[in-house]
């Protein structure tokens, strides 16, 4: 059952809300004063607090302030009987969830602990799908070629430099922009991506910037690019290579200016982005064959990481093929399959042309095509069938 924490110096008050609330089905606890609230809140996770704000020794605001640095993640719902504008703006701005007058009136009171229960319920499912999703795109290994590219974005992330990630198909560059995001001070901010080659060039200005409603024929309503949508954030350019020269130019624009103009549209709009871009293209050839602003080049390059393929960290494979294994034993609700060390040996040999992104397809279809057990004939048989 979910678990309110009362906090408040009249006994008549704590016993009146207890019974209210247990009535509700919630399990109660009760605090006295600031100090045992701390203790118990050092101690147990509460879904909600109720907090007095007038008591003596220690006041509720001060219980708030301490308790969000305790449980940041227990919404705070503060009582006062001589509450006023100031008060309750002041406890917003602390952290509080919600501000009541005394006596409270018990539908307000039911409805604001419930509400803060679905913002407790919500914060923690965030976490846990945050957890997953970090899994989901672990970065797997401990080959040095790795680490180096760990180790630069241990560096980096922190910053709020532009990074340009290289590094063939497959080899892992979004892993690296999304572990430059989560490590940033922007991480609380969306991370937007781009897939330019996806796009098609005349296209490309109207997704990066946006447009105004009736700029051109099939503009029917005004639309947000994706340089306001990762406002605060990180927006992500993946195979920057591909983008044309026309819109090259309006990134360069953004990036000096932190502005942008939507397209049909004659507003600069401020933009806060840091913009990490990726390519599998090597952008001095691109220079060279006049596909690729030199200037542009420089403003994406302030750190350049590149990302070995496969074939240069094959020491990686057996962590690798584990990690995958699990996952995709987790996407089908199955029990991991095990796989012999003669089979990883012989996955070690390969040629990975395709990289980490191929290496997944193979496990996943040993995993469809063996037993219990992923054995070398296994390996041999399906990892490069003939087609």
Not at 145 to 158: D, H, N, S
Not at 265 to 282: E, F, H, L
């Amino acid at each position: 059952m979910p678990k309110v924490l009362i906090v408040d110096d009249e006994r008549a008050i704590r016993s009146t809300l207890k019974e209210i609330l247990e009535f509700e089905n919630y399990t109660v606890d009760e605090a006295e004063d600031g100090e045992k609230a701390l203790q118990l809140l050092a101690r147990s996770k509460y879904d909600a607090v109720l907090c007095d704000i007038k008591m003596p020794g220690m006041d509720g605001i001060e219980v708030l302030e301490k308790a969000m640095e305790i449980s940041p993640d227990s919404p705070f719902i503060m009582i006062s009987a001589h509450g006023t504008i100031d008060t309750a703006v002041e406890a917003t701005k602390k952290g509080a969830y919600d501000f009541l007058q005394k006596p409270p009136d018990l539908n307000r009171l039911l409805v604001s602990v419930r509400n803060a229960l679905d913002k407790s319920s919500l914060v923690t499912e965030t976490k846990i799908l945050k957890k997953k999703i970090s899994k989901t795109y672990e970065m797997v290994g401990s080959s040095a070629a790795l680490g180096r590219v760990k180790g630069a974005i241990e560096k980096v992330a922190p910053t709020d430099a532009r990074v340009l990630i290289t590094g063939p198909n497959g080899s892992g560059k979004e892993l690296v922009a999304r572990a430059i995001h989560e490590n940033s001070n922007r991480s609380n901010g969306p991370l937007i991506e781009v897939n330019c080659a996806a796009i098609p060039s005349e296209l490309i200005e109207s997704e990066l910037f946006g447009h105004e409603k009736g700029s051109f024929t099939s503009a029917v309503k005004q639309r947000i690019g994706k340089f306001e949508q990762a406002n605060g954030g990180t927006l992500f350019l993946d195979e920057v290579g591909d983008m044309s020269l026309s819109a090259q130019a309006k990134v360069l624009r953004a990036l000096q200016e932190h502005r942008i103009t939507r397209v049909g549209g004659d507003k600069d709009i401020q933009v806060d982005v840091r913009v990490v871009a990726a390519t599998n293209k090597n952008l001095l050839e691109e220079i060279e064959a006049k596909n690729f602003r030199e200037d542009l080049y420089h403003r994406l390059g302030v750190i350049l990481i590149h990302v070995p393929p496969l074939n240069d960290r094959r020491e990686d494979i057996p962590d690798l093929v584990k990690k995958f294994l699990n996952d995709i034993a987790n996407d089908y609700g199955n029990k991991p399959k095990t796989i012999t060390p003669e089979a990883i040996e012989f996955l070690q040999q390969l040629d990975w042309r395709g990289n980490v992104r191929e290496l997944r397809n193979v496990v996943e279809r040993l995993v469809i095509m063996s037993g219990h057990e992923i054995t070398l004939e296994d390996a041999q048989a399906y990892a490069r069938p003939v087609v």
